[in-house]
C-alpha cells in the first residue's frame, strides 16, 4: 500500500461500493491524474448496500435519465465480462387490471426511451420462466436486456479500483473513515482522517447509507433514507447444476406484490442453488435513521443488514406461492434471510452535485447498482466539464430548498417513496401526502373559501381550478369533455378547462405566488446577467423592462428559461418554482467563479404575484388601479415594468403573458398581496386555476416549459427560441450557439401535435398525461434525429379552444412538417396525431381570435 497522501485533485469518500468505485474510474477516464478514495470498511465495501445487493437490472422506468443511466451500466458491466443479459419479466396477474394497465404503459415508455421492452402473452411467460402457474397471470412485460451483474457488483467495484490503481492515479484506503471535512472561504479543502489529512480541490461523496452522516459535517442534510428490503431465500435448488451460471431463468417482477424472484444458478456458483424472494414493505416499510446504523464490530451481520422477521413478509409470500408454487415447495433459508438496507429518496431519485453551501464538496448518493457506472460517468463528466450529456435538472442537489432538507421532511417524503418503489403505479400528476402545506399565497384562505383544488410545487399550496367555478360548466359544458378513462381524469379536476374558456372570453386573475424570485446587486450584476443571459441586458434602454430569456451551458445547450426584471439598481430573476433554488446557485456559483462582486438574494417569499389575463384584462385593471391612462398600449408597452397603485397598495406591473392572451403579472409586498386580491375580486373578476396557466392556455399558445420541453440535450433554435439577431456582448455557450445558427437546419425542432382521433379500441376517448413515444406509421419505430435522440412528448394536454389533445416534441428534421402524419403511442394503442406547428406556432392567438385546427 502507498504511504498515505496529505493532498489530491480528488478525494472520493465510499470508494468501496459501486457508486464511487464508478466514479473513480470514470474520473481518470477523463483525464484526471490524482485521486484518492477512502472507505470506512474494506474494499470492495463489506459492509454497504453493495456488499449485499441483488445486482439486477433492469430499463423499465418512465424517465429518460433513469433508463439511460441503466443502459449504460448496463453495456459497461457487459464490456467488463459481468454482466448475464438473461432477460426480465414483469407480470399481472389475472384479474389485476390496474397493473396489467400499468404493464401496458411501461411498454409504450420502453418505445419512447429507446429500450426493447416489450408485451408478452401468458404462454410466452410460461415459456421462459417456467417456475410460474400460467393461469395467474393475465399478460406481461419482457425486456431482453434485464440481467444480473455477475458474479456480483462487489466484485465489480473491487475490479475497478484494482484497475485505477494499476494506473497510478488512484490511490485507495480502506478502513479509513472520514472524521470532518476542511472548509476554507466557503470552499472545501480537505478531509480529516485517523490517518491524517488529504488536502484536495474536490470531494466526492458516494458514502450511500453513511452520506448524510457526511453532509452533517458541514451544516447539510441529503434527501434520502435507508429502508428496510427483505430478502429471502429457499433452497437447495438444483435446476441448473453442472451449468456454471450465475442465474438461469430470466428476472421476475411481480410488482402487483410488490416483490420479485430470481434462481441463483448453479449450487457452485456465488450464491448458487437457491431461489430468491425480495420484498418491498408498502404499508409500514421500516426506515433507518444513519444515525442508527451499527458500527461493523456490533452488527450481528453487518451495518447495512437487519435480521428478518417473517411476519413482515408472510402474507406477500404466501401469495408469491401461489403464483409460483415452488417457493412452498423448498426449504426456507432462515440463516441466508435478511433485512438488506438500500436507500430510498424524499425526491423520487438520486441526490446528486454540488453542495449548496460548500463549492467543491459534491454527493452522489441513493443510486442503486443498476445505474452505478451511469452516474459515475455523470458526476465525472459534470465535474470535469461542468454540464452533462443528458439534462439532469432531475438530481441535481442545488434544486432543492431548504424546506425540503428538514428531518421531518425528509422522513416523510422517503416512507411516501418506501411505499411506491414497486407498488401502486405512480401516475405523472401523483401528489404527495406529506410535507404539504409549507407555503401559502396571502389569499389562500380566499383560495379554501372558493373550493380550490390544491396541488403543490416547490412546497407552495395552488389551486388547479376551484369548486366555486363549476357553474361554468352549465355553459362550457360542451366544449368540455369528461374524461371516462380513470387515469386520465385522475388529479384532473374538469372545471380547470372551463375556466380555460371562460377566461378567454373576459378576464381571470391567477395566483403566481408560486414564482420563485432572487435579486442579483452590486457593482458588477449587468455584467454577470450580461454574460450569463442570451438576451441583452445592459443598456440604459433595458432599464424599466422584464427581458425573457435564457441561460445557455458552454455548449450552447439550454440550462435555464426566466424573466429578468431590470431595475435602476439591480435585477430581479423571475424564475419557475421547480427550477428557481438550482439556478439561484447557479448565479452565485459563476459570480464566485469569475470574481465578480454581486450579491444574489432569495426574496421569493418577500413577494407575491398575481396574474391578470383575458381580452378584458386592461378595462378590468383600469377599474382597480388609481391612475387608469398609465394602462394605455401607448403608456404601458409590451414587456414594460411600471409602478402602479391598487387598493393603496404599490404593484410592480409586468406586461407579460404565458396564456396568450393580453395582460399583467402583477407583483407586490407578500403582506399586500391580499389587498390587491380582494380588490380585483370586488371587481368581478373570476379566480382561474393555475392549470388554464400551466398547461392548457400555455400549450394552446406552443409556450414552452422549462425541464420538460427546455432541455440540456437541445439548443435554443432546435426550442425555436433563439432571437432573430446575437447580441454583440459575449455570452457563456456563445460560439456555439452560433455555430448552430449558421446550419443549414438543425437535427431537430420542437414541433406542435394534435391527436386528429383519441378513440381507444373500447371506444372510450382518451386524454394522455405523461410521455409518449412518437412513431413513423409507415415504419412502426420510434423517430430518432441524426445525433440519435428520440422523439417523445415533452408536454401534452387538452386545449379546450383548439377542441384536441396538443403536445409538443421535437421531431427530426425530416418530419419538421406541417401536416406530418405521424403516430403516438399510450398504454400501447396508437393514436394519429398531425404535425399542427412547427417550432414557436400557435394553435390560438388572441390576437387572431380565432383558433387554427
Known amino acids: ?86 432477460g426480465g419479466l414483469e407480470v399481472a396477474r389475472t384479474g389485476d387490471d390496474t397493473w396489467m394497465e400499468e404493464i401496458r404503459r411501461k411498454a409504450s415508455s420502453a418505445k419512447a426511451f429507446g429500450t426493447r421492452a416489450h408485451l408478452v402473452t401468458p404462454a410466452e411467460i410460461k415459456q421462459k420462466f417456467p417456475l410460474i402457474e400460467e393461469e395467474m397471470v393475465q399478460g406481461g412485460l419482457f425486456d431482453p436486456d434485464a440481467g444480473l451483474v455477475v458474479p456480483r457488483s462487489q466484485t465489480v467495484a473491487g475490479k475497478l479500483v484494482d484497475e485505477g490503481e494499476k494506473t497510478g492515479r488512484l490511490r485507495a484506503f480502506a478502513n479509513t473513515p472520514a472524521q470532518s471535512l476542511v472548509i476554507e472561504d466557503g470552499r472545501i479543502a480537505g478531509v480529516v482522517t485517523h490517518r491524517g489529512t488529504i488536502r484536495a480541490d474536490h470531494v466526492i461523496v458516494c458514502a450511500g447509507l453513511w452520506g448524510r452522516l457526511i453532509a452533517e459535517m458541514v451544516g447539510e442534510d441529503l434527501p434520502v433514507m435507508p429502508v428496510d428490503h427483505p430478502l429471502t431465500f429457499f433452497g437447495p435448488y438444483t435446476e441448473f447444476e453442472g451449468t456454471g451460471k450465475e442465474i438461469g431463468y430470466p428476472l421476475l417482477r411481480d410488482q402487483g406484490n410488490s416483490a420479485y424472484m430470481r434462481d441463483t444458478g448453479d449450487p457452485k456458483t456465488t450464491e448458487g442453488g437457491q431461489i430468491e424472494w425480495g420484498y418491498y414493505e408498502t404499508d409500514e416499510p421500516r426506515l433507518c435513521h444513519p444515525r442508527q446504523l451499527l458500527e461493523k464490530h456490533e452488527a450481528r451481520l453487518s451495518p447495512s443488514q437487519r435480521d428478518l422477521e417473517m411476519e413482515q413478509v408472510i402474507g406477500p409470500l404466501e401469495r408469491a406461492m401461489e403464483l409460483t408454487p415452488i417457493l412452498g415447495e423448498l426449504g426456507y433459508n432462515e440463516s441466508h434471510s435478511f433485512n438488506g438496507l438500500l436507500q430510498v429518496s424524499a425526491a423520487g431519485g438520486p441526490s446528486c452535485g454540488e453542495s449548496q453551501k460548500v463549492r467543491g464538496l459534491w454527493y452522489c448518493v441513493a443510486i442503486w447498482v443498476k445505474d452505478g457506472p451511469g452516474y459515475g460517468k455523470l458526476i465525472a463528466d459534470w465535474i470535469t466539464d461542468g454540464r452533462t450529456g443528458i439534462d439532469h435538472a432531475s438530481i441535481d442537489y442545488s434544486r432543492f430548498y431548504a424546506h425540503q432538507l428538514t428531518e421531518d421532511f425528509i422522513e416523510g417524503r422517503c416512507r411516501e417513496a418506501a411505499q411506491k418503489i414497486y407498488f401502486p403505479a405512480i401516475h405523472p400528476r401523483e401528489p404527495y401526502a406529506t410535507g404539504r402545506n409549507v407555503k401559502r399565497s396571502p389569499f389562500y384562505e380566499r383560495e379554501v373559501e372558493l373550493g380550490g383544488h390544491f396541488m403543490e410545487l416547490g412546497g407552495w399550496e395552488r389551486a388547479h381550478g376551484y369548486a366555486a367555478n363549476e357553474h361554468l360548466l352549465e355553459k362550457y359544458g360542451d366544449r368540455v369533455p369528461e374524461r371516462q378513462n380513470e387515469w386520465d381524469n385522475r388529479h384532473f379536476w374538469r372545471v380547470s378547462n ?50 425573457y430569456t435564457h441561460f445557455l451551458d458552454d455548449e450552447g445547450m439550454v440550462r435555464a428559461d426566466l424573466t429578468v426584471i431590470r431595475l435602476a439598481d439591480r435585477c430581479r430573476i423571475i424564475d419557475g418554482a421547480d427550477a428557481g433554488p438550482r439556478d439561484l446557485h447557479y448565479v452565485r456559483r459563476t459570480a464566485q467563479d469569475r470574481g465578480l462582486d454581486v450579491t444574489v438574494t432569495d426574496v421569493s417569499e418577500r413577494y407575491t404575484t398575481i396574474g391578470i389575463w383575458g381580452p378584458n384584462a386592461r378595462e378590468k385593471l383600469k377599474q382597480a388601479v388609481a391612475d387608469p391612462a398609465g394602462l394605455e398600449p401607448e403608456a404601458f408597452p409590451f414587456a414594460a415594468i411600471r409602478e402602479i397603485e391598487i387598493a393603496g397598495r404599490k404593484v410592480t406591473a409586468l406586461r407579460l403573458s404565458y396564456v396568450g392572451e393580453q395582460g399583467w403579472e402583477l407583483h407586490m409586498r407578500y403582506e399586500d398581496g391580499l389587498a390587491v386580491w380582494d380588490a380585483l375580486r370586488a371587481l368581478g373578476i373570476m379566480a382561474a386555476g393555475v392549470e388554464t396557466y400551466a398547461n392548457s392556455r400555455r400549450m394552446e399558445k406552443s409556450l414552452r416549459l422549462q425541464n420538460a420541453d427546455l432541455l440540456t440535450q437541445y439548443n435554443l433554435y432546435e426550442a425555436d427560441l433563439a432571437r432573430p439577431k446575437v447580441k454583440e456582448a459575449d455570452f457563456r455557450g456563445k460560439a456555439k450557439h452560433l455555430e448552430y445558427r449558421a446550419r443549414e437546419h438543425q437535427p431537430a425542432v420542437l414541433c406542435t401535435l394534435v391527436m386528429t382521433d383519441n378513440v381507444d379500441a373500447s371506444g372510450t376517448p382518451r386524454y394522455p398525461v405523461g410521455t409518449l413515444p412518437v412513431i413513423d406509421p409507415a415504419t412502426g419505430k420510434t423517430l430518432v434525429d441524426a445525433l440519435g435522440r428520440l422523439s417523445y412528448t415533452t408536454s401534452i394536454a387538452y386545449g379546450p379552444t383548439v377542441g384536441r389533445n396538443i403536445a409538443l416534441a421535437y421531431l427530426p428534421h425530416d418530419y419538421a412538417r406541417l401536416s406530418q402524419k405521424l403516430s403516438v403511442e399510450y398504454f400501447s394503442e396508437s393514436y394519429p396525431v398531425e404535425v399542427a406547428g412547427v417550432g414557436y406556432a400557435p394553435l390560438y392567438d388572441p390576437q387572431n381570435l380565432k383558433p387554427r385546427s
Not at 7 to 17: D, E, P, R
Not at 23 to 32: I, K, N, S, T, Y
Not at 51 to 69: G, I, K, M, P, R
Open 498 to 547: 372551463a375556466e380555460h374558456l371562460a377566461m378567454s372570453e373576459d378576464c381571470a386573475i391567477i395566483n403566481l405566488s408560486h414564482f420563485y424570485m432572487f435579486e442579483v446587486e452590486g457593482p458588477d450584476h449587468v455584467e454577470l446577467l450580461e454574460w450569463l443571459c442570451a438576451a441583452k441586458i445592459g443598456g440604459d434602454g433595458n432599464i424599466g423592462k422584464g427581458i
Open 1 to 86: 500500500m502507498s504511504a498515505f497522501p496529505d493532498k489530491a485533485q480528488i478525494v472520493i469518500v465510499g470508494l468501496g461500493g459501486i457508486v464511487g468505485a464508478s466514479v473513480a474510474h470514470h474520473l481518470l477516464e477523463r483525464g484526471w491524474t490524482d485521486v484518492v478514495g477512502i472507505d470506512k470498511s474494506g474494499i470492495p465495501t463489506d459492509i454497504g448496500s453493495t456488499a449485499h445487493a441483488s445486482d439486477f437490472c433492469y430499463t423499465t422506468s418512465h424517465d429518460y435519465l433513469s433508463v439511460w443511466t441503466t443502459q449504460y451500466s448496463i453495456d459497461f458491466f457487459e464490456k467488463m465480462g459481468h454482466y448475464a443479459r438473461i
